[in-house]
């Protein structure tokens, strides 16, 4: 997987990430027992989940589930719609306009494939999604992929190989047709 690197447990790396996964445990909890109508609120919960300010025209619908935070760089105009889980250990950049449908699972981390060294710590590898894609409902994107810009990814497709630019891709199949 592209840029997969290993976060050996019992280390002062694996320990803050487990502190920081406990913090945004407790942050989306909270965010997602608010009223949907509790728009400053849920802008104050997600600027802290992220650790900054939330880029323009950031629209996201609970619940959403995000483990770490501090890894997720959206671009502005993003849509993410309900239940939604982003799994950013490993990092995840979503770039300008994209749109996310319900029940899409964004996840960066896993555990070595080798039975003997799956205790050893968790392994993570950045997801990085161009501007203008659109993935449709309940579709998964593993660790190490890259999803260009303008792509189309239809409902219920698993992603573990990068997508090209302006390239449809569907569950069940390769790549569909080019985008115009």
């Given at each position: 997987?592209?840029?997969?690197?290993?976060?050996?447990?019992?280390?002062?790396?694996?320990?803050?990430?487990?502190?920081?996964?406990?913090?945004?445990?407790?942050?989306?909890?909270?965010?997602?027992?608010?009223?949907?109508?509790?728009?400053p609120?849920r802008?104050?919960?997600?600027?802290?989940?992220?650790?900054?300010?939330?880029?323009?025209?950031?629209?996201?619908?609970?619940?959403?589930?995000?483990?770490?935070?501090?890894?997720?760089?959206?671009?502005?105009?993003?849509?993410?719609?309900?239940?939604?889980?982003?799994?950013?250990?490993?990092?995840?950049?979503?770039?300008?306009?994209t749109?996310?449908?319900?029940?899409?699972?964004?996840?960066?981390?896993?555990?070595?494939v080798?039975?003997?060294?799956?205790?050893?710590?968790?392994?993570?590898?950045?997801?990085?999604?161009?501007?203008e894609?659109?993935i449709?409902?309940?579709?998964?994107?593993?660790?190490?992929v890259t999803?260009?810009?303008?792509?189309?990814?239809?409902?219920?497709?698993?992603?573990?190989?990068?997508?090209?630019?302006?390239?449809?891709?569907?569950?069940?199949?390769?790549?569909?047709?080019?985008?115009?």
């Open positions: 997987m592209s840029g997969e690197r290993l976060i050996p447990r019992r280390t002062p790396e694996s320990r803050a990430v487990t502190e920081r996964v406990q913090t945004v445990l407790g942050l989306t909890s909270r965010l997602n027992a608010l009223p949907f109508t509790d728009e609120g802008a104050a919960l997600l600027s802290e989940i992220i650790g900054g300010p939330l880029p323009a025209g950031l629209t996201v619908y609970p619940p959403f589930y995000c483990d770490h935070g501090l890894g997720l760089t959206l671009g502005e105009r993003v849509f993410v719609n309900q239940n939604c889980s982003f799994y950013d250990i490993g990092g995840i950049t979503i770039g300008d306009g749109m996310i449908g319900p029940g899409v699972t964004l996840s960066t981390a896993g555990h070595p080798a039975p003997s060294e799956r205790y050893d710590g968790i392994t993570a590898a950045p997801i990085v999604i161009g501007a894609v659109w449709g409902a309940n579709v998964t994107v593993t660790p190490g999803i260009g810009d303008g792509a189309v990814i239809g409902a219920g497709a698993v992603i573990a190989k990068d997508v090209a630019p302006r390239t449809v891709v569907t569950a069940g199949s390769q790549v569909v047709r080019k985008v115009l």
